[in-house]
């Protein structure tokens, strides 16, 4: 424990940073690059987790666990928002018979 | 001051509430209910001024400050402040009453005749199916016109300005079905416009120049300007005054003006609202007195106005047409005192004016009423056996004008002369000419009306006793409407001059050193000159039992004068055709040509701009997220790299 | 203890490509799992206990189970992998390398990222979130049930089975009217 403790800030925060960064841009490429509604959902939760990465790390690194509950709330945002996309998803698949996205293309006018 | 407040409030805000109520129920109100509500109030408005004008003791102020003074002494107007109205960095404009002599006495001429043309309109408007709409509009031009004489700055009066304006339009087209009304309204509508165009302007140059619109602020402020700047304000509202008192070159309204019902023509277009021009020059006399080259202006534009419309009088055959012009050449007789900077004689004729224009506008409705709408002097005559109390009355108000003394008449229409000679001799003649021809035109009109024998076909009757009445107060008005301002020369000691001092700075200049002598030949020449005019009338026009030849039949110069010096004509030529003209091709080159494929082009290429950016809405939502990425990429490196 | 980090950094790195490059749905999610384990490593690297904690719960024990079973439901696999054209993949990776250097141009840029001088190693401990979670936001903490409430609600109406409504005449009702629906289609322009 004491060792774990003593080893914050060690790493410099600008890794977390980049890190972060590197996680969001993957997931944001992610839902571009894939047709598969299910994985795009998922490459959300990547991007869900780098911000709440680097929110955990700011608020480490300052100490002030107002961000720590930030992160606490995202998450709730992020289970109920799964829970209604994959409900939307089961429809979907139900009813058109496919997951891919771009059946998905009458949102137009 | 509590009860002058009150006071101030009420005058307009009777008849206001009066034009409010009658408007809002003028389906429930029936038969007379809507002409006595609106009567009503009218009166008490006039007893309210009534109780401020003896409140309000500003006589005994003046003596005891010693008489002819430079300047009025302090305590002579009183504001009354409603609300702040408008606050726009350094303009301030309150919503305030200037209660003096000058508003006082402008205050009771229309609320006074108001009241008696109100009593008048209940019998004259009887059978009209929109009485009530008639009584709305008539209380709302006496609200109107109560704003314009009360405001403490340009900006109230000027909103009584532009809502008698208003009023005047409505009343003039309130007959709407007949066209050449319609015609006649906008016509004074557009002319005013005209008028009303300089008085913004020169509004607007005060304000820049001053910082002000508050008159005492003004005029406070007024000494520290350089005559052009004055010039330049004055002349801007005097060109305001034309256009609301019918002068040259914007005379050729009010004539058509009589379109509207007798009332209204005895109200709005010979007893107040055509004297606002006379008003705004008294209110602003400070400056008028400053700028001589505007007062040569006013002066001359009154004489020819004057001299002009009094010949067109002669060959006019309506009965109202007659009086239209007549009116027009006694408001030009006013300009030209206030051109003489003799504004306290200026008031007094519009206050004497009033009462005998007024008397023979009503006396003429009296007629029109007991002929059932004939308004041709050819085809009337021999009314005086018929018609008893109208006969007499508008024989009194005849005479009024034709300045006979002692009436009213006289003495106001002499004091204007005797300015004039003052001046120059031939001015004086020129005046003289104008009170001739009128007194010419007036009793033609007398004699072919009520005298010779009877050439209409319409059973002649006499009018109800609410119309009567008022003739008949009307007419005492014009006999004893001299005392109100009585020369020093029969032993008075001109009351009214006295009492406007203590409102206008330039009253207080016009001291004459006339000798007695001097006056008493002037009047005595006046009056000689004035019966042997009548007696001339009188062999002409009384025996008539013909018809007078039309207009084309005249001889040339006379028919010249009968087409009202083709002025109609004139302006039609110089303005109407050229404006006519340049929309014409402004519409065939510029609309056709250039606006039309402008914006025929446009919707055109914005309908192929429309097809082309549709394509971007797919439907394809991976291409939408592809979209979204690449905004916030350029959105991010504008914001890091761009700042 | 740094180099745990990078081990870690490596291992989120990867796996989240593994995301998104697997063709099969399956891998996917274990590949994404596998992500966030990491990410709770990280978080106990921040000695953020609480947030490790409810994240392996949250996270990997309800959200991805949940991507599971769904996958699991409706049979995908790889041979029902709908696929991109190679254009649109290019298109899609340089807009993320895009992205990703927009971004840290962005930190070269100067945006200052230092620690705090004043530090408490107990910033993530349960102590200090739970005093900071019932005591500042208290108020959002429970207006995120009435949220849950809502796509709870919203989830089932969804997943239900969608057959046409009754008929007013199963239903018990006698018409009085003719129904007004039916009629927008019609009139209805596009």
Known sequence: MDGIITAIRVVPLLDYVVLSFILFSIGMAGVMFRRNTIIILMCLELMFNSVNLLLAAFSAYHSDPGGQVFVFFIMLVAAAEVTVGLAILVMMKRNVDSVDINQLNRLKW | MVTTNLLATLVPGLPLFGAVVIAAMRRQLKGNAAGMLGTTMVVASFVCSLLLFLDHDVVSVMHEAGLHQEHPPEGASHIVTLFDWISIGNMHIPFAFQIDALSLTMMLIVTGIGSLIHLYSIGYMHDDARVSTFFAQINLFTFAMLLLVMGANFVVTFIGWEGVGLCSYLLIGFWYTTPAYNYAARKAFVMNR??????????????????????????????????????????????????????????????????????????????????????????????????????????????????????????????????????????GLMFVALGLGAYSSAMFHVTTHAFFKALLFLGAGSVIHALGGEQDIRKMGGLKGVTKITYVTFLIGT????????????????????????????????????????????????????????????????????????????????????????????????????????AADGINGENSDMSANTEW??????????????????????????????????????????????????????????????????????????????????????????????????????????????????????????? | MQYLFYFFAAVSIISALFVVASKNPINSVIALIVCFLSIAGHYILLNAQFLAVVHIIVYTGAIMVLFLFVIMLLNLNKSTEPQKSLMTRIAAVTAGALFLFTLLGALRMGVNITAAHEFNAGTGLVKSVGKSLFGEFLLPFE??????????????????????????????????????VGKGPENATM
């Open chain 2, 399 to 502: 005479l009024a004008i034709a300045g006979i003394p002692p009436l009213s008449g006289f003495f106001s229409k002499d004091a204007i002369m005797l300015a004039a000679y003052e001046r120059s001799p031939l001015l004086f003649a020129a005046t003289m000419l104008v009170s001739l021809l009128t007194c010419f035109y007036m009793f033609r009109l007398l004699f072919l009306t009520f005298f010779g024998t009877y050439r209409g076909k319409a059973h002649a009757h006499e009018s109800p006793l609410t119309m009567t009445l008022p003739l008949m107060v009307l007419a005492v008005l014009s006999v004893i409407g001299g005392l109100l301002n009585l020369p020093h020369i029969v032993g008075g000691h001109e009351p009214m001059k006295e009492y406007l001092a203590t």
């Open chain 2, 194 to 331: 005209i008028g009303d165009v300089g008085f913004v302007l020169g509004l607007a140059m005060i304000f820049h120049l001053t910082g002000t619109l508050t008159y005492t602020e003004v005029f406070e402020k007024a000494g520290s300007l350089s005559t052009p700047v004055l010039t330049g304000i004055t002349l801007l509202l005097f060109i305001g005054a034309i256009g609301k008192s019918a002068q040259l070159p914007l005379f050729t309204w009010l004539p058509d003006a009589m379109a509207g019902p007798t009332p209204v023509s005895a109200l709005i277009h010979a007893a107040t609202m055509v004297t606002a021009g006379i008003f705004l020059i008294v209110r602003s006399s400070v400056l008028f007195s400053l700028a001589p080259i505007t007062q040569d202006v006013v002066l001359y534009t009154g004489l020819i106005t004057a001299l002009l419309t009094a010949s067109i009088g002669v060959f006019q055959n309506d009965i109202k047409k007659v009086l239209a012009y007549s009116t027009v050449s006694q408001l």
């Open chain 3, 143 to 180: 207006v995120s049930s009435v949220l849950f409430l809502a796509a709870m609600v919203g989830a089932m109406m969804l997943g239900q089975k969608t057959s046409p409504p009754p008929s007013p005449e199963e239903r018990g009702f006698t018409p009085s009217r003719p129904s007004p």
């Open chain 2, 521 to 643: 030949m002037l009047m005595g020449l006046t009056t000689v000159l004035i019966l042997s005019v009548i007696v001339l009338a009188y062999n002409r026009f009384a025996k008539k039992t013909t018809l007078d030849p039309e207009a084309d039949d005249l001889p040339l110069f006379s028919r010249l004068i009968a087409r009202k010096w083709m002025l109609d004509e004139l302006y039609s030529a110089l303005i109407e055709k050229p404006y006519g003209w340049f929309s014409n091709t402004f519409f065939s080159v510029g609309e056709r040509k250039l606006m039309v494929p402008l914006m025929e082009n446009t919707g055109r290429w914005t309908q192929k701009a429309g097809k082309a950016m549709r394509m971007l809405q797919s439907g394809n939502m991976s291409f939408y997220l592809f979209g979204m990425v690449v905004g916030i990429i350029v959105f991010l490196a504008i914001t890091l790299y761009g700042g």
